[in-house]
């Protein structure tokens, strides 16, 4: 989750309890991480065999988005889930980007790492081809 997810939760009235998963007082798993869609959904099938609900939420932008509470949200799961989980949402996001069924927002994240990855990969060359063509950086 990360400290500054923690500390907007906190700010927002909700007591959190971090320690390893204990499926007794479980009902809803939403899981932050950036991790391939195949185990977010195995780790969802499992969680719902035992009556608790998954979703996938990666996020996105910086550590000061982080600290305002203005983050991109890749949600991935059931709408109603989704839905219930919203009030916690709005207070880590600012832009919500419902990506569909459960591993669909790690999905997201991973399609948006890759696109981010080939932008700054082009870039230099982009820059060469400018100022072969008499552009000023």
């Known amino acids: 989750m990360g400290k500054l997810i923690a500390e907007r939760l906190l700010a927002g ?8 998963v204990n499926r007794d007082s479980m009902a809803s798993l939403i899981d932050m991480s950036t991790i391939d869609p195949i185990t977010t959904r195995r780790v969802g099938a499992r969680l719902a065999e035992a009556g608790v609900e998954m979703i996938d939420c990666p ?35 600012g832009t919500f980007i419902r990506c569909g069924p459960l591993g669909n927002g790690t999905a997201t994240k991973c399609v948006n790492n890759y696109v981010a990855i080939a932008c700054n990969a082009i870039s230099p060359e982009a820059f060469v081809i400018g100022k072969k063509a008499g552009l000023t950086p």
């Open 13 to 20: 009235g909700y007591d959190l309890t971090v320690f390893d």
């Open 59 to 93: 996020v996105g932008r910086t550590t000061k988005h982080a600290r305002d509470g203005k983050r991109v949200l890749m949600i991935g799961g059931e709408p109603a889930d989704i839905d219930a989980m919203m009030p916690i949402f709005e207070l880590l996001g």
